[in-house]
Structure formats: C-alpha cells, structure tokens
C-alpha cells in the first residue's frame, strides 16, 4: 500500500495522551494531562440534561447554537467591552483545540511562518505542520518566562503570517503584563500579522492578577482572533465547547473550513452552556477560590519537599524545576516518578522546538481532588 500523507510524516503521539496511558499502566496518580478528576457544577449538568429532555438533540446550526453564540457576545461585552456579533463573528467549536486547528488552516498557506512562544501547547505545532506552515520557536525564558522583544523582532520576516499567544500561559502559568502584551501588540501592528489569541484559562487568575484580552489593545481588534473555551471555565473538559471570535473575513474563512471538519457541536451541551455563561457573576469568585485553595495547598506541599519555583498566578498548572533533585532530563525523571513514585507529570521539553529550557523542568496539573494532591505529595517524599 502506499504511504500516508508526508506532513504527519514527523507526528507523535500526543504527549497527553502518552502519560496518561502510564499512569493507567503503574498505576500512578496522574497530576499530567490537563483536566479536573472531579465533576463541574451539579446545576450546569442538571441544565444539559434538561436541554435534552426539550428536544435539542439535532444539529445545531454550523456556525453554533444562536443562544450560545449570543451568550458568548454578552460576556465579551460585558467583562471586556469588546463587541462581537453572534451571526458574523462567533463560531463555536469542538473545544479550543479544534478553533485553534480550524483558525491555522483558514489563514495559513503553505509555506507561511508561524511564530510560535515556547513552551507552547503542543497542538498550535500540529496544525501549523498540517497547513503547510513553517513553525517559527521563540523562547519565553525561565524562570519567569519572559520574552525578549529583539528576539521576537528578529523572528518575524516578510514570510511571516501570523503570531501565537497563550494568555494565561499553559504550561507556566504566566499571566502576561500589560507591557508584555504591548510589545506583542506593537510588532503585530507594525509588520501587519494576525495574533491568534489562545485565552481559555481567562477565569482561572489569582492573587489579584487581572486578565487583558489581547483585542482590546489598541489597533488589535481587527487583526486578534480570540479563542476560548467552556470546558476549563466550567470544569467540563469533556464537554468540549469552544469558540473563535474573529472580524467577519476571517470568521467566514474559519467556517469555510469547520462545516468541512466537524460541521456543528452538541446542540443540548451547547443550549446548557449559553444557560452557564449567564450565571459567570455569581459562579466564578467560588470557582476561582476552589482552585486558588487547590494551588495554595500543592505548592505548600512541592516547597516542603524542597521544590523551589514561584507559586504561578494563573491556569491550574505549576511549572516545576528538577534541578535540585535530580541529574536527569524531564522525560528520563517523568518516567522514574511514574514507575517508582507512582506520581504522573508531563515533560514539558515536547512544548519546545529550540531551547532545551524544558529539560529542566517537570509540569504539574493541580486540578485535582484534595485527596488526590495529598497522595502524589505523600508518593513524593520517596524522592
């Protein structure tokens, strides 16, 4: 038979799915892939089942459900002042991921750059390689993972199309500054790129870190394609709800290409979301306490057993430096905590393509049970 196509030629499996499947194995406790082992909002489940019961159980319309998308304008208004219109620039999506595949593919002709900051999430790469696009790396660099806006400068060419941003930044859990995203802001406008705007962990900030979506930035509206998601905000990552929001060009282009890829997502789980986004005043300073105690309780417990890094004010993961504790690289000591502490973490040198930053580090998800961060603490201490 002949071969597969070429440009997955170099692809992976997912690192995600990679060390779940040890944890499975050896049965360790899995603080690696990216979601909550407890259930969200009996009240939100109640809705979906509700909406079930109603009938919305065909397809919704391929650009989404107009109640969602009209949920989806009030929030970016009312939290943020940024007006989207429901029928020409919101589409909602098969969770993020698939928004930030469907808006690569949309802009992003073969052989365009893409600048990507490292460490990133590892399918901003995938989709970028799947277009044809040229992924370009530039370093966030630890321990505060800033970037060096010369370097980023230099990244950028005539070829260049568009530019990545993460904001809160999985895996660091960096909350960029308004100067930071300024100087973004500026090299986008000046060299005329669009910035995919990657902000899904938009809820989840602590102490007093305040989010700065990038398209209220001055002269970003039109060129900032945003995307986030419900499964993070609500604890329902299986959900998989997400959306782009986009001026109309790009909009049309991105469901050019989603009619073709998914063509619509769970109407009655899109019906219950719309019904969620309009209780996000009341709901978030209790889901944002649950996981600030969650952040507060692990890090307490990693310092205890001589882990040294900064606690992160944003997203529910903690990026964790090695070096005190050992001479291996992050996969070689990922896979020595599963097998011989039965604790699961990601290697988080898969989220880079340049620096080798990541070698020293292992990224922990704390969106875990209380329970569960006590046992990996506890299988720790064998350390």
């Not at 500026?186 to 102490?207: G, H, M, Q, R």
């Not at 040198?349 to 969106?367: I, M, Q, T, V």
């Not at 569960?372 to 299988?379: G, I, W």
Request: aromatic share 12%.
């Amino acid at each position: 038979m002949k071969d597969t196509a070429l440009r997955i030629a170099d692809f992976k499996d997912s690192i995600f799915g990679v060390i779940s499947r040890l944890a499975r194995e050896h049965g360790a406790v899995n603080l690696g892939q990216g979601f909550p082992d407890f259930d969200g909002p009996e009240w939100l489940k109640d809705i979906a089942y509700r909406k079930m019961q109603e009938g919305h159980n065909q397809y919704a319309p391929f650009p989404g459900s107009i109640s969602l998308r009209t949920e989806v304008s009030n929030y970016y208004k009312s939290l943020y002042a940024l007006s989207y219109d429901p029928e020409t620039q919101i589409t909602i999506t098969v969770g993020a991921t698939e928004a930030i595949y469907v808006v690569i593919n949309a802009l992003v002709n073969p052989g365009d750059e893409v600048v990507v900051l490292e460490p990133f999430y590892d399918s901003y790469v995938a989709s970028i390689k799947m277009a044809g696009g040229i992924p370009v790396p530039v370093t966030m660099h630890a321990p505060d993972f800033t970037v060096d806006k010369g370097e980023l400068a230099r990244a950028i060419t005539p070829r260049t199309k568009l530019l990545i941003l993460n904001n809160p930044h999985n895996p660091t859990g960096k909350v960029w500054s308004r100067q930071e995203l300024l100087d973004v802001c500026e090299l986008a406008i000046k060299n005329d790129l669009y910035l995919l705007s990657d902000e899904v962990y938009e809820f989840l900030l602590f102490d007093g870190a305040k989010h700065l979506p990038t398209a209220t930035f001055e002269g970003m509206l039109e060129r900032t394609i945003t995307v986030s998601s419900a499964g993070k905000t609500f604890g329902l990552t299986g959900w998989k709800i997400g959306w782009i929001c986009a001026n109309e060009r790009v909009t049309r282009a991105c469901r050019l290409i989603h009619q073709y890829v998914t063509f619509s997502v769970s109407t009655p789980i899109q019906e219950a979301v719309a019904e969620g986004l309009k209780r996000l005043p009341s709901y978030l300073p209790g889901f944002v306490e649950l996981y600030k105690s969650k952040r507060d309780f692990f890090h307490r417990e990693l310092t205890g057993l001589g882990f040294d890094f900064k606690i992160p004010p944003g997203t529910y993961f903690m990026m964790v430096p090695i070096g005190s504790k050992t001479k291996l690289s992050d996969v070689d000591f990922a896979l020595k905590l599963i097998q011989d502490n039965k604790v699961a973490t990601v290697p988080p040198s898969a989220f880079y393509l340049k620096s080798r930053d990541g070698e020293r580090y292992l990224r922990f998800c704390f969106a875990k049970k209380e329970e569960t961060l006590r046992q990996a603490a506890t299988n720790l201490k064998g350390l």
